[in-house]
């Protein structure tokens, strides 16, 4: 199963781009790369997801690079609502029966005013 | 749609107490899951169901039970509650088993076993 690495912690100012990355060196062709968050005690909140190709939606978006082995979580203009455990997951399992997505210690991202 | 529900928010047990977890969702999904949540460990998998009268076990499956009689609910039981099993509990769902479908997740059940 792939494993991620993500910094524990980053700031960001108000209405900047907050870049997070996150290191799966040890992806297969065919995991998916996703992105959730959790703001202070609520539940894990999708963000978005990728295969290969750059993602974009109302949220964010997500680049991957070519090898697949590195992504970056895109906020493009941060506020304060943002702040949030941010967890890039690398989809384990096969097609049947046992998906399951196994998260790890996340990034703390706090926008600062 | 209510989404997933859980229930209950809060919890204090004593050691050796059992208890279940409730969770439910109504938005016909297939899959659904518990996690739990530690301080710094992320979170991590317990038990998992890919559908009515199908579960398996998740990263940490032990001292937990489930069962899955309907697509909605998907209860978690401790048997016999210890301090380790403090922590937050998170239940969650997707519409299948595919791996681009959207996970849902609950409000959480905040368990402290004294």
């Known amino acids: 199963d792939a494993k991620t690495t993500q910094p524990t912690s980053m700031d960001c100012a108000e209405g900047r781009a907050a870049n997070l990355p996150c290191n799966h060196s040890?992806?297969?062709?065919?995991?998916?790369v996703y992105w959730y968050r959790q703001i202070h005690s609520q539940g894990p909140q999708y963000i978005i997801h990728?295969?290969?190709n750059n993602e974009t939606n109302e949220m964010a978006s997500l680049i991957i690079t070519e090898d697949r082995k590195s992504s970056t979580l895109i906020l493009p203009h941060a506020t304060l609502r943002d702040t949030a455990v941010y967890y890039c997951?690398?989809?384990?399992?096969?097609?049947?029966?046992?998906?399951?997505?196994?998260f790890g210690t996340g990034t703390r991202l706090t926008i600062i005013p | 749609n209510a989404g997933v529900t859980q229930t209950p928010k809060f919890q204090v047990l004593k050691t050796g107490q059992s208890m279940t977890l409730q969770c439910a969702q109504d938005?016909?999904?297939?899959?659904m899951s518990w996690y739990r949540q530690d301080p710094g460990m992320g979170l991590r998998l317990i038990h998992y169901s890919v559908g009515a009268g199908i579960t398996d076990q998740g990263e940490v499956p032990n001292g937990y039970n489930v069962s899955r009689s309907t697509t909605e609910d998907f209860p978690l039981r401790l048997l016999s509650a210890a301090p380790s099993q403090t922590s937050v509990y998170f239940c969650a769902s997707r519409l299948s088993a595919g791996v681009t479908d959207t996970q849902y997740f609950g409000p959480g059940t905040r368990l402290t076993v004294l």
């Open positions: 997951i690398v989809r384990v399992g096969t097609n049947f029966g046992n998906e399951k997505l196994t």
């Open positions: 938005m016909n999904h297939e899959y």
């Open positions: 040890t992806i297969s062709g065919n995991e998916y």
């Open positions: 990728g295969l290969k």
